[in-house]
């Protein structure tokens, strides 16, 4: 008796303790104002909803994207209204498949799944952030017309409230129809059938069932699915689909497997509007947007978890704005020059086309892509991620989406440059032998003593191996760290880096960006294409400002420029013509002549071009003074037709006191940038200067009537004295 007194006592206890909590809970609802935003937002939604009909959901804005000139490269609109189709049109499979992997109950539920939230929000108490949602159909198509991909409370309560009115007004299957017409399907594609025309050629009703669900795909995640540039990771997901369809028992055994082992292929139209100039200039417009709105872009992380957070805030800050691309009217100015974009596709197609094989996709096996920078702005000129061929659907850019190894054409940015900084000057004497655990030239030939000017022209592996054991792994990498480039692995921390032996590689675009830098004084920018992005009504919402970041010492990259010279005059390169034009650049090929660099500068603009096959192989008489070189000649040619021979900006060379450094320094703030300088050789005066025109003018004011000893270098010409017998206490020039 006395114990179920007790029991009856605790359970007493527990309910009025539950009944404090909820009163708790009530008042702080209400105290707090939660109760009158959660009424405003009810109240919004409903509005949204009531104001609604049909043709709310197949609204669309055209955007518009334009060259240098203001040429249009593109008009940017996501079809759905050109391809809207009605219910009765989709296909039962599409239907069976979205809702047995997106909302299994979505013909029970009146718009919200309640476990679903539960989860959600049980994660996000958890995790102290929102990082998944219950969201059924109907709150995804609220979402996609009605609201923003921001993750707060506020957006998931409207979101709610939106499903709930939206299933009182419009039947399932309107939903569905919406759904469909309006989900995202990546490279610009809106709603499912501009997704089947534009990746199959195909009406929707005449796709397998393996063909839908591989369409099906892509709406999850639009770039991690993206067919085009990331087919593996689709075919996945259309086997989870398969899988998921399977369990819930809409498809038979046999029906799974034949889907399952269907092999896709991919069928696009003629008329494709991702063209190499247009991918790049919507992943540059894409980040512009997310800069824009406060997305901070990282390439350093201090582990795998933080880079993996990363990751996944950037796929969705990238999905989000780049889906507004496809339908907000935006005006988007862009650095390209047309004209340039097209003389440098016609170099690349005319010195490779004597290579026709292709692979069993109909792609030519022999690949190219190369990237134009202008060098007063920093900015993107012209951009080819490969060769000109009449197939249909294949738009990777490797200009800026492929990496591969840069061979020797590294060198510049991790071992000589910074050797330069260290103290090395192209006079400097070297050992060009071969050493146990070093590596060969690729001539098999060894120079003995040479001065490093020779080394770096004849691409000599034995003395960048040296000089970069000197420089260590740890700072060489750290440049191109420094220089933003974006797959450096913990593998990279080796020797062989220095001859271009990365894990991932570098894009042609990385390399342009990076021998930019040495031409710019060693200040990197970044070379984006946008200009300005307005809304269509030409409020700006993003404009260029030209951003530097300082990654070699000034002298030391004016000093690279001079000895990358002799690649072209004397070393590698030698064959390259460019008339009066000054010009700079090396050469890099990798083993078993798979990849072939040339990248090089003028002082107008720097230009990269990468030569290889997509799955590398052996390419007879690749290297990087064959076609690539031919390639970077014939187009710089081309582009500096009519622009006056540029000199570029001497290195300072000065060996001389702290007082006389003083003085040399203040001189030189008063004069131009294009001013050339040379040698004040205060501990060894009887040298003589190589140039004309080398000292500079010192005046030196003494006491008394007599010059002091050493005071005028022996061989100085036109000297000018001038004493005093008055005590001087300041000096002014």
Sequence with gaps: MKANNKKIFRLIKLQIVLLLLLVSAVTYYYASGYA????????????????????????????????????????????????YITYD???????????????????????????????ALYTMLKDKEITQGGSTITQQLARTIFLSNEKTWQRKVEEIYIASELEKK????????????????????????????????????????????????????????????????????????????????????ATYTSAVNEEIVLTRPDSIKN???????????????????????????????????????????????????????YRIYTSIDLNMQNELQAAIDSHLEDFTDVNEDGIYTVQSAGVCIDNETGMTKAIVGGRSQDVTGYTLNRAYQSFRQPGSSIKPLIVYTPAIEMGYTP??????????????????????????????????????????????????????????FSHIEDDDYGMAAC???????????????????????????????????????GEVLYEAQEEEVQVYEENAARTMTDMLQSVVAEGTARGIDLGEMPAAGKTGTTNDNRDGWFVGYTRYYTTSIWVGSDQPKKIAGLTGSSYPAKIWEEYMNTIHEGLLPAEFKKPVEYIGTEEQQD???????????????GVFDEENPGETPQEPNT???????????????????????????????????????
């Design 427 to 484: 006079d400097s004497k070297v050992m060009d032998v071969k050493t146990a655990d070093g590596p060969e030239n690729a001539t098999g030939t060894y120079s003995g003593e040479i001065t490093l000017r020779q080394a770096v022209a004849q691409s000599k592996n034995t003395v960048a191996w040296q000089l970069y054991s000197e420089v260590t792994p740890q700072k060489g990498i750290q440049y191109l760290k420094n220089l933003g």
């Design 499 to 537: 001859l271009g032996g990365l894990t991932v590689g570098v894009s042609p675009l990385e390399m342009a960006k990076g021998y930019a830098t040495i031409q710019n004084d060693g200040y990197m920018r970044e070379p984006d294409c946008i200009l300005q992005i307005t809304d269509s009504e």
């Design 663 to 677: 003085e040399v320094e203040t001189e030189e703030e008063g004069e131009s940038e294009e001013e050339p300088y």
């Design 275 to 329: 063209n190499y100039v247009e991918t790049y200039a919507y992943y540059c417009a894409t980040r512009a947007l997310m800069k824009a709105n406060g997305f901070e872009f990282k390439t350093e992380f201090d582990s795998d978890e933080e880079e993996e957070a990363y990751n996944r805030a950037y796929d969705e800050a990238y999905n989000q704005w780049n889906t507004t691309l496809f339908t907000s009217g």
């Design 89 to 119: 049109q989709i296909p039962q499979n599409a239907v069976k498949a979205l809702v047995s992997i997106e909302d299994k109950k979505f013909f029970e539920h009146n718009g919200i799944d309640y476990k679903g939230i539960a989860r």
């Design 170 to 253: 419009y039947s399932k299957e309107q939903i569905l129809e919406f759904y469909l017409n309006n989900v995202y399907f990546a490279n610009g594609y809106y709603g499912i059938e501009a997704a089947a025309k534009g990746y199959f050629s195909k009406d929707i009703s005449e796709l397998t069932l393996s063909e839908v669900c591989y369409l099906l795909a892509i709406p999850n995640s639009p770039t991690y699915y993206d067919p085009v540039v990331n087919p593996e990771n689709t075919i996945t997901r259309r086997n989870t689909i398969l899988s998921s369809m399977l369990k819930d028992k809409v498809i038979s055994e």
């Design 36 to 83: 009158a935003q959660v009424s405003e937002l009810k109240s919004e939604a409903t509005s949204l909803v009531k104001k609604s009909t049909e043709d709310t959901f197949r609204q669309i804005e055209t955007s518009e994207v334009y060259d240098a000139n203001g040429n249009t490269i593109s008009v940017l609109k996501g079809e759905k209204d050109v391809y």
């Design 695 to 733: 000292y500079k003018i010192i005046t030196e004011t003494f006491d008394g009537t007599e010059v002091p000893e050493g005071a005028i270098p022996d061989g100085a010409t036109d000297i000018e004295i001038t004493t005093t017998t008055e005590e001087v206490e300041d000096q002014v020039e």
